[in-house]
């Protein structure tokens, strides 16, 4: 695909797609081409709103559309692997949005049939893309901050939530962890890969999905994690990252962040800034069109093993906390 437009359609047009669809036109090569939704209107609509250039009233639809490349798929966490089985088999590319199923065994499966199909499969973890998150793991790698002995983050929205919010609503894949959690855990992961030790408590609601949630991990060398998530109270949303010779603190909201700030002993403080236009989606979809461009079937980002080590993550303090899909 070297040299040509690389032509995106959207599957599922909730909010999250509305704003993906509105940061496509940041990406250099970017074709808005097609969008699907379940009711023609719908998809209608929204195709005239963000400019593009065909509407389906279906997603086998989409997934059908010979002038499609890479589809992004937009849906609630319970059909993302549906919907991304349906352009796999179909030959496209696909960018899921997270997480990127409900569990390892159909995330696995993905990959699976990704791998098989010699298709591009990518898990849309936007903040592995961001340029600042970027930074600061290269700065971790380079011993900026020595030894990590530390991490810890938190993501809590306000609430409280309507009973038949999709947040609280266990078919949907609800709860904190899922939806807000996941982005913690992909972050000490980045950090420090799979941990040994993975511990969990959380408050449920009535549906039975996790209200709040805090996980401690522990990895082999003495690093420790402390990662909380909430849908009933609105947490700082900030990270930090602690070594012998420093700290990374990354401000409110870390998993999109536009500056952070590395701390040393008896150094002045570095702040290092990264002002860009837009929401930030558009960082993983300039990925997604570099791998196809390079013929890479998956993102050295966000490569198909961090997906399957991180949703089993997930699986495992789903089972601890009593959350089951």
Known sequence: MTGQNVRW?????????????????????????????????????????????RAHGSYPALAADDEVDVVYIATPHAYHHAGAMMCVEAGKAVLVEKPITLDLASAAQLVEAARDRGVFLMEAMWMRCNPAIRKAAE?????????????????????????????????????????????????????MGVPTSVQAWAHLTPERVDEHTGVLLGWQSGAVGALTCSIN?????????????????????????????????????????????????????????????????????????????????????????????
């Open 9 to 53: 359609g959207i599957l599922g047009l909730g909010g999250i797609a509305a704003t993906f669809a509105a940061d496509l036109p940041l990406v250099p090569g970017a074709e808005l081409a097609a969008v699907a939704s379940r009711d023609q209107a719908t998809a209608d609509a929204f195709a005239e709103r963000h400019g593009f250039a």
């Open 139 to 191: 700065l971790v790698e380079e011993g900026a901050i020595g030894w990590v002995s530390s991490i810890h983050a938190d993501f809590g929205l306000q609430g409280p939530f309507a009973a038949e919010h999709r947040l609280r609503a266990l078919e949907l894949g609800g709860g904190a962890l899922l939806d807000l959690g996941v982005y913690p855990i992909h972050l000490a992961h980045l950090i």
């Open 233 to 325: 109270g609105a947490s700082k949303n900030g990270a930090s990252i602690t070594g012998t010779d420093g700290r990374i603190d990354i401000p409110p909201t870390f998993m999109v962040p536009r500056s952070f700030t590395l701390e040393r002993p008896n150094r002045a403080s570095e702040t290092f800034e990264f002002d860009f236009p837009g929401s930030g989606y558009q960082f993983e979809a300039a990925e997604v069109q570099r791998c196809l461009a390079a013929g890479e079937l998956e993102s050295p980002l966000i490569p198909h093993d961090t997906t399957l080590e991180v949703m089993n993550l997930l699986d495992s303090i789903r089972e601890q906390i009593g959350v089951f899909y």
